[in-house]
C-alpha cells in the first residue's frame, strides 16, 4: 500500500512539472504554436524568441539574403555507353586453329598482352617463303661482298688503266714518227728547191750566152727546170702533210693522255665499277626487296619472321575481357571476333536533352551526373558533342559527355542522372551553408522577425556554390537570416518542441 502511494506520488510530480514548464501561447520566450508544414515543401515551422544576452553568448548574428549570379543547370539523365577507342574486337589476320586460350571473361589484361594462340597453315607457307628469301639474300650478299672485295683490289680497273696506258705510248710513239716524217720531207724540200735555184741559174746564164750554149742543151736544162719547179711543188705539198700528221699525231696523244690521268685517278680513288659488281650490287638489291616482301606477308598474317607458324592474338589496348566467343581446337576465320575487351576507364554518357533547352546547351559545358551503381559518388565531364537531330520518339536531343572512371564504376548501360550546368547566368536567392539547420531531413533557415525574434522557416534548396547554397523557395530577397549561432537556435528550437514537431525526436 505504502509502495503504491509512493508511485502516485512522483506521477503526479511529473504531471505538475509538464504542467508548469509546457510551451505557453503567451510566453514570450516560446512565441505561438507550431504551424504544419507539408513535407517537402517550404514554409513557417515555428517561432523562437531569443535575450540579447544568449545572442551575444551565442554569437548569433543576421544578416540579409542576397542575390548571387549562379549557373543555370538542366537536368539530364541517360546511360553509359563503351566504344571507340575504348572497345576492342581482336579477330586472327589469318584464318587458324586455336591451340591456346590464355584469357577468360572478366580477366583484366594489359595493352599488348597475347589472349591466344592460333596455329595457320597459310602461315606456315608464307613462313616457308620468307625463308627461302633470306638464304637468296644471304648468297647475294656474300657474292656482293666478293665482288666488292676484288673492287677494291682493282680486279676490275687495272686492266683499264693499262690499255689506257698502252694506247697512250702508241700515240706518243706516232708523234715521234710524225715529227721524223716531217723532218724528212722539209730536207727533200730543201733539196728540191736547190736543185730548182740550180737549174734556174743555169738557165739564166743559157740565155745570156746564147752564142757559146747549143739549142740542144738550152731546151734540156729548161725541161730539167721544169721537172725541178714540179718536184719542188710536190715536196711541198708533201711537208704540208707531214704537218698535218704531226698536229693529229699530237692531238691523239694529248687526248690519251688526258684519258690517262683520268683512268689512273679512277683507279687510284677505285671510283670504278665493273660490270660484274654492278650486277652483284643490282642482285642483292632484289633480294633485299623479296625478303622484306616475304617478312610484310608474314607480319600481315600476325606472325613473326623466321618464327613459326603461330598467330598470337594481342589486345590493342588494356581493360576487362567481355567475351571469349572461341574454344580450344576452333578454326577461327578472319571475320570472327576471337575476344572482346572494354576499357571502362572511360566512357561516355548519352544524355537526353528537351528540345526547349537545347539553345542553353553548347559544347564544352560542364556536367555533374550520379549514378545509384555509385551512391555518393559525383562524376563530371564537358559536353563533346550535340546530336545534329532529335529522337523521332521522344523529340529529345542527346548529349556525349566523356567520363573518367577510372575505378570502372559505370558499367555499359548504366543510368546515370545530373544537370548540365550551361553558360547563362542567373540572380538567385543564396544563403550561407552555415546559417542552415537540419530539422528532421529539412533544410530550415531562423528568419529574424526583430527584438530577438525568429521565425523557424523550412526552405527548399537548389544550386551549391562554395560556402552558399542557393534557396529557391521559402525565403524572399531582402529578409535577414541567422547566418552564425544557428546551431544554438537549432538547440533552443528543440527545447521548445517547434518545428511541426519535428525536432523533438532529434
Avoid at 156 to 181: I, T
Avoid at 216 to 232: T, Y
Wanted: hydrophobic share 40%; net charge neutral.
Amino acid at each position: 500500500m505504502r509502495g503504491l502511494s509512493l508511485f502516485f506520488l512522483v506521477l503526479l510530480g511529473i504531471a505538475l512539472g509538464w504542467w508548469y514548464w509546457r510551451p505557453r501561447l503567451d510566453d514570450p520566450r516560446t512565441g505561438p504554436s507550431p504551424v504544419a508544414v507539408p513535407e517537402n515543401a517550404a514554409g513557417r515551422a515555428g517561432d523562437l524568441k531569443v535575450t540579447q544576452e544568449a545572442m551575444q553568448l551565442a554569437e548569433i548574428r543576421v544578416n540579409a539574403a542576397e542575390l548571387r549570379a549562379v549557373e543555370d543547370r538542366l537536368k539530364v539523365s541517360g546511360s553509359i555507353q563503351s566504344g571507340g577507342d575504348q572497345i576492342a574486337k581482336i579477330t586472327p589476320k589469318v584464318a587458324g586453329k586455336v591451340v591456346d586460350l590464355l584469357v577468360h571473361p572478366g580477366h583484366r589484361v594489359q595493352a599488348g598482352q597475347t589472349l591466344a594462340i592460333l596455329e595457320s597453315a597459310e602461315l606456315a607457307e608464307v613462313q616457308a617463303d620468307y625463308r627461302q628469301a633470306l638464304a637468296e639474300t644471304r648468297a647475294e650478299e656474300s657474292n656482293l661482298a666478293r665482288q666488292s672485295q676484288l673492287a677494291r683490289l682493282g680486279h676490275f680497273s687495272r686492266p683499264q688503266v693499262e690499255s689506257s696506258r698502252s694506247r697512250a705510248l702508241d700515240d706518243e710513239r706516232d708523234v715521234h714518227q710524225a715529227r721524223h716524217h716531217l723532218e724528212e720531207e722539209r730536207a727533200g724540200l730543201r733539196v728540191a728547191q736547190a736543185e730548182r735555184d740550180v737549174l734556174s741559174a743555169r738557165v739564166e746564164r743559157n740565155q745570156e750566152l746564147q752564142e757559146l750554149v747549143s739549142g740542144q742543151d738550152r731546151e734540156r736544162d729548161m725541161a730539167d727546170l721544169k721537172k725541178a719547179r714540179a718536184d719542188l711543188v710536190a715536196a711541198q705539198a708533201r711537208v704540208r702533210g707531214a704537218e698535218g700528221d704531226l698536229k693529229l699525231a699530237e692531238k691523239r696523244a694529248t687526248i690519251s693522255q688526258r684519258s690517262l690521268a683520268r683512268e689512273e685517278r679512277v683507279y687510284s680513288g677505285r671510283y670504278l665499277s665493273s660490270k660484274e659488281l654492278v650486277e652483284a650490287q643490282a642482285a642483292a638489291e632484289m633480294a633485299r626487296v623479296r625478303l622484306q616482301s616475304a617478312a610484310d606477308r608474314v607480319e600481315l598474317m600476325g606472325g613473326t619472321p623466321g618464327h613459326d607458324n603461330r598467330i598470337r592474338l594481342v589486345s590493342p589496348i588494356g581493360g576487362q575481357v567481355q567475351e571469349v566467343s572461341v574454344t580450344l581446337g576452333e578454326t577461327v576465320p578472319v571475320d570472327k571476333p576471337a575476344c572482346t575487351v572494354v576499357n571502362l576507364d572511360k566512357v561516355w554518357a548519352r544524355l537526353a536533352l528537351s528540345p526547349k533547352d537545347a539553345g542553353k546547351v553548347a559544347v564544352g559545358d560542364k556536367v555533374d551526373l550520379s549514378s545509384d551503381s555509385a551512391p555518393g559518388k559525383l562524376f563530371s565531364g564537358r559536353v563533346s558533342a550535340i546530336d545534329a537531330g532529335s529522337d523521332e520518339a521522344t523529340r529529345a536531343l542527346y548529349l556525349r559527355v566523356p567520363l573518367t572512371n577510372p575505378q570502372g564504376l559505370l558499367k555499359t548501360g548504366t543510368y546515370v542522372q545530373g544537370a548540365v550546368v550551361t553558360a547563362v547566368r542567373q540572380q538567385k536567392l543564396t544563403v550561407p551553408e552555415a546559417a542552415l539547420q537540419d530539422h528532421n531531413g529539412r533544410p530550415t533557415l531562423y528568419v529574424a522577425l526583430g527584438g530577438g525574434e525568429f521565425e523557424v522557416r523550412h526552405v527548399l534548396l537548389g544550386a551549391k556554390g562554395k560556402e552558399w547554397r542557393e534557396v529557391s523557395q521559402g525565403l524572399k530577397s531582402g529578409e535577414k537570416i541567422a547566418i552564425n549561432g544557428t546551431f544554438y537556435l537549432k538547440s533552443e528550437a528543440l527545447k521548445s518542441a517547434l518545428s511541426d514537431g519535428c525536432c523533438a525526436g532529434e
